[in-house]
């Protein structure tokens, strides 16, 4: 069963305000399936177009699901709710974004590629939303010697987010 996942002209997406929707196996969405603690489950996804008053074209992506994380203090996996909601401006590819739009954290630019693969930019958001270093919300357990954090793959995550969200 394969489901339809590409954009092919996302302002015109936009523009007749498209709405997608489908739910994708964690295992699909590679870079994220390797840092979970485990791959099961899935992300129910929908990906709506519009257009605001002004004439800019932006989508809106949402997603949710359980992701299994394993807490960086005791080592263990634990669940963490995936609610995501992000609204991503489109500009037409090799335009410089403006200053003012990085500072603005409710929003993101993208450029508007033809073809868009709708799952890699799920992944890319849901890595976005993830906690730099995910633990229990309370966890007692001791930290473990060594710093199990340098050896973590949510530190090299950690690096990739400040690297491409330089503000
Ligand atoms: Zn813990």
Known sequence: MSQ???V???FRFAAEGRKISGTVPLLRLNRLA????????EVTYALSGDVEVDGK????LQ??????????????????PL???????LVKPGTPIPDE?????????????????????LEEEILLAMPIVPRHEDCD???????????SPFAALAGLRRDSRAH
């Open 4 to 6: 339809r996942c590409i």
């Open 8 to 10: 092919s002209d996302p």
């Open 34 to 41: 390797d840092i979970l603690f485990r791959s099961e489950g």
């Open 57 to 60: 074209a932006f989508l809106t």
């Open 63 to 80: 997603a949710s699901g359980a992701l299994a994380l394993q807490c960086q203090r005791c080592l263990s996996g634990f669940e963490w």
């Open 83 to 89: 609610a995501l909601e992000a609204i991503l401006h």
């Open 101 to 121: 739009e990085l500072e603005i954290e409710s929003s993101d630019t993208i450029e508007a590629v033809a073809d868009m693969d709708v799952l890699a930019l």
């Open 141 to 151: 357990a001791p930290h473990p010697e060594g710093g199990a954090d340098k050896e």
